[in-house]
């Protein structure tokens, strides 16, 4: 059982590049989210998705983009990176209430040069 | 607008010794209740989640929370602390029927054999 599978582990970026985080669960789950980790900020949303073909906006989306092509697949696109953007990034599914509960990938840690 | 307040940063205790982690949360109407926790080098998971019924509940490894709506609080409790409780442990709340998950800055917990 693969579960929240989040590619690449880890990334160094120049200033400008751009690059996309994929992510992938096995698991049937409807709802997807990217989350960022940074230091004395927990969690913050960034997008999530509650279904194929629907994206939605969090708490901090600027900067990015997403994608959600299939149930599977939710990717996370940083256009042109910035230093502001280094952090851990964190992919999750849910499943479906009444048992809901969030399942994450392994993570991203992410340097913006 | 909703959210989560984790005011112990760092927690430092001795095995054996008692936890208390302290969780209030800002949200109009009912609410769905979770603690998380981030052991080193791991992804996060579910400890425990509230919902509805008994505000006491209880969770892997021994940990509890109290759901107390007139404080706004859902504090994590735990009798006796072990080194492997070493952690940060993430409070989280969302609407019932809402999509997003919204997390609190999270308390590292450090014990000491």
């Known amino acids: 059982n693969a579960g929240v599978t989040q590619t690449p582990k880890f990334q160094v970026l120049k200033t400008g590049q751009s690059m996309t985080l994929q992510c992938a669960q096995d698991?049937?789950?409807?709802?997807m989210y990217w989350y960022r980790q940074d230091p004395g900020m927990g969690l913050r949303l960034i997008y999530y998705?509650?279904?194929?073909?629907?994206?939605d906006k969090g708490e901090v989306p600027n900067g990015y983009n997403v994608s959600r092509l299939n149930k599977r697949e939710f990717s996370l696109r940083l256009e042109s990176a910035a230093p502001s953007q280094t952090s851990v990034y964190f992919c999750?599914?849910?499943?479906?209430?009444?048992?809901?509960?969030?399942?994450f990938g392994s993570g991203t840690q992410l340097s913006v040069l | 607008a909703q959210s989560v307040s984790q005011h112990n940063h760092h927690v430092i205790l001795s095995e054996a010794a008692s936890l208390e982690l302290g969780c209030n949360y800002s949200?109009?109407?009912?609410?769905?209740l979770f603690w998380y926790v981030q052991y080193p080098g791991q992804h996060l998971q579910l400890l425990l989640k509230?919902?509805?019924?008994?505000?006491l509940v209880k969770g892997i490894k021994g940990f509890e929370a109290e759901f107390i709506k007139s404080k706004f609080s859902f504090n994590l409790r735990k009798p006796s602390v072990q080194w492997s409780d070493t952690a940060e442990y993430f409070c989280?709340?969302?609407?019932?029927?809402?999509?997003?998950?919204?997390f609190g800055t999270g308390t590292r917990l450090t014990v000491i054999p």
């Open positions: 999750a599914s849910r499943t479906r209430q009444p048992n809901e509960k969030l399942f």
């Open positions: 698991m049937n789950h409807n709802s």
């Open positions: 998705s509650a279904s194929e073909g629907t994206t």
């Open positions: 949200y109009g109407g009912t609410v769905n």
């Open positions: 509230y919902f509805s019924g008994d505000p």
């Open positions: 989280a709340v969302k609407g019932p029927g809402a999509n997003n998950l919204f």
